[in-house]
């Protein structure tokens, strides 16, 4: 099983990494959302994996470990807010620089230009 | 009477000339003056116990676990030191008086002066090495402050800018040095580091630590190859010279030396650099001097060279010649100053330093060329007066020393030759600057100056006597206590008298008469010869050095910051991988000893699942939205996993939150083009795909180490006291409020600021709105389909219903305010989506702002809460109660914050979500724009 959730949190940190080198800023976003399922699976194992042990007193003999629990459910909740922010902040950029490339300005690449007039038709 | 008070009452004084300038320029430097001749005689005060040996200490402990205090200490080196500084200060503050014209502000200059006074004191009477290094940087400052002065000069600029530079990446380096001896000795306490000579000597890292001390001491005192700085920072007004570039400032390197003699010196490695250093320095600097046509360029160098000669003297073996130096300091402090002040005079009442020019002044002034001569006599080492007598030491000491071997020879006679320039620069002083002609050409018919601005010249003279003839009477016991503080307590048999009989270095005196005078007489020979040499500039040299250093430094800033985010992202990803891998490849074993889980089919279906929907984000990247569906597939299977593995309470929040995010990224997309552009060349996708693959291969390799090791976790503790301590049996739940509550607080300010930055993000937002999808077909008319508006009305209530269900019961059970508040947000999204932002508008009148105040404030209110039954911040309380027909329940101090951290994550979330909805609609707040 371990194994398994290596391999899986493994995958989704390449997701999530290839996505936020990309160059435009929804990629990025994605690739946030998806590091950031990464680094909440990876912060949770910390705690070992158990079956059927929830961290409710009186319902089971062992139970896992609640605080690294407790830490990856706040780490949600401040992920979505992270999320919601630099998708706002893109938005934004896109609004203000005209373009939705990460750098704020386009690069000097030939394909890039035929897109522009098409977003402003 | 305490030694604080002997810096602390100059840095008082900072002050005095600032607040008394409005009474007049006599007024401010006589209230200048009270504050340092205080501190003087504070310090003679302390006389009868210096000279009976001993060394008075004081300290004020600040972070003792670090070796961080304050400490003074008074020996008779720091005496002597003090005097001069003191003294001449003083001197120099009469003479600034006259000296500067209506139009400097005689204020800033005094403010300037003194807080080099006190940094100068401070460097003196430090105890404690880092303290000592704080005063050597702000004597940096100060002086930079001070050549500065007439800052519409250009030169003066310049100058102060090399100043500051050398001296202060010689600081640096004396930082360096200082720290490390404070390692090897284990303490910053200047009398534990002087105790323990033995110990630095024979470490392996003396050598290193020497190299840094010296440098910082070096380029402070002006040696070569650094001497370069001085002579550009006689752009300065001349008291500062006198004060600065002769009396004191460059004098620190040479307390430098002096203070850590005891425990640096004594090995091959200090005799050999000191002394070579010192003779360079005093060779270069006196042949040099010969041929400065301006009057302060000629002190400037001389200065250099008598530096020098003090470096030697320490350089050498012998402990007369450390006795030797110390009376040279005294000797060349009292001479070089009157001379600069002297120069000054020349300078202000002819209007011209060129000794070209200046001749012949003796008949325009008498007085002050009379008391020029005799400095300058002395500077030359003129019998009966005090030049002479150190000089005459140190020829005897250079005929003494064995440091260079075989060639020690050499020594002396180069000493003789550097006495030799020395004779015939100063002879070129008086005879080219008072005789020899007529003035050529000055700006002003040259006059004795105010009578006041004489006194502190006279006063050196005089001083430059009586050291001469009586001078065991006069300095004796200071000299002895100085020399017993550098050589660490004996002092050997030395005579301060004027007639040793005839011996060799009499001899190397006359010599030195006589050859300079018979250069001075052919000096035009001389010229002729130094003309050939094509003269450099040191300041083009230098500002070359920095432009070449500033544009190497830009050249890699460049290289680093090219402006394009992808590359910094890949630096830093690139920067982590150097820090991950190297120690993963130490650990030989990747699985530990903790067994494994067992896996079922369901599982594994899951966890290809989550790969497959995972590879088909990335793949599909470029179709924005087939990518976000197969993105909430992932965290649909993440919210799964944490369900399987224990944690409900994380399922319900990973669950709800994605529902939220999902919304979130498709009203973004809304906005944002609908597909990425291909743009990305094959190889950039190859290198990022390499970079991804090694960075996810650590991280999973790490998180299979880390899940296989057994685990020593603090959550016993937890548990054990989660129904005892918070009232609570949902572990997670009662961390959350109750055992770290104080980090929850935090985080739902954070979650707070976030929603309100972006709230000001959106307000003022002008986005292109696409009239239609990317294949151009409009949007369907009927906005709001009638089924959905009709179900997520009627769930309204039962949503809500939930929603105070989980969060009565997170306590105890999988629940709480966060997952509460996530599902009653969902809710009424729901309910946005169904009808639009009009239709709400109307029924919820809900200030989403207020929301969140309100939450943190009830959060924060239920932690000051704990302070009216004297306890610590977040203390929580709780207890059981009966009420007929609902029985037995629990009211928790916990609930209250809980209920606040319900608040803000309502308030957030609507906050982003509705802002960023109604954009969407006609009624955007794009409006208040066009008031």
Redesign the interface.
Known sequence: MEAVYAVCVGLLTFSGVFLCLRGRTFPVVMGLTLLSYAVNLFLFSSGRLKFDGATILGTSFSYADPLPQALVLTAIVIGFAMTAFIVILAMRARADLGNDHVDGRLPPAPEAKPRRKKEHA | MSLFWIPLLPLIGTLAPLLSERFGRSACALFTAILPAVALAMVMSFTPQIFAGETLQQSFSWIPAMGLELSFRLDGLAMLFCILILGIGLLVILYARYYLSQQDSMARFYAYLILFMTAMVGIVTANNLLQLWLFWELTSISSFLLISFWNHKSEARKGARMALTVTGAGGLALLAGLLLIADIVGSYDLSVVLASGDTLRDHAAYPVALVLVLLGAFTKSAQFPFHFWLPHAMAAPTPVSAYLHSATMVKAGIFLLARFYPVLSGTELWFLIVSLTGLATLLLGAYIALFKHDLKGLLAYSTISHLGLITLLLGMDTELAAVAAIFHIINHATFKASLFMAAGIIDHESGSRDMRKLNGLWKYMPHTATLAMVAAASMAGVPLLNGFLSKEMFFAETLHQVALGSLSWMVPVLATLAGVFAVAYSTRFIHDVFFNGEPIDLPKTPHEPPRYMKIPVEILVTLCLLLGIFPAYIVGGLLDAASAAVLAGSVPEYSLSIWHGFNLPLLMSVIAMAGGLIIYYNRRHLYQFQAQFPETDAKLVFERLIQWLVDGASRVHKFFEN????RY??LL?LFSLALTAGPLMDLNTTAGL?P????NGV??TA?VL??LS??A??IW??K?MV??LT?SV??LI?SI??A???????AL??LS?EV??VI??ML??F???QK?????SPRRIVR??G???I???I???I??A???RP?H???DF??AN??TGGGG????NV??VDF?GF??LG?IT??GI??L??YK??AR????MPAGDEHGRPWARDRHPLMLAMISQSLLPLALLVSVYIFLRGH???GGG?IAG?VTSVALVQQYVAHGVDWIKARLKLDYQWLIASGVLIAALTGLGSWAFDRPFLTSWFDYFELPWIGKFELASAMLFDLGVYLT?VG??LL?LAN?GKLTTNHRPTQPESE
């Open positions: 402006g394009s985010l992808q992202m890949m990803l903790r494994h889980l067992p896996i599982e594994i966890a989550l790969c995972a590879l984000t990335v990247h470029r924005r990518a976000l993105l992932v965290g993440v996993t944490f399987r593995f224990s944690a409900p309470d994380l929040t990973q939150v939220v995010t979130l990224l973004a997309l906005f944002l083009p990425t552009p291909k743009e990305s990022d795909m970079i991804a693959a960075l996810g291969g991280i999973g390799t998180n299979y880390l899940m296989t685990l976790s603090i959550s937890f548990l989660s129904k049996t949902n572990v997670v961390i959350l770290r980090d929850t985080e954070v979650l976030a929603a930055g972006i993000l959106i937002m002008r986005l292109y105890n059970l999988p966060f996530l994550v957030a979330t982003i960023l």
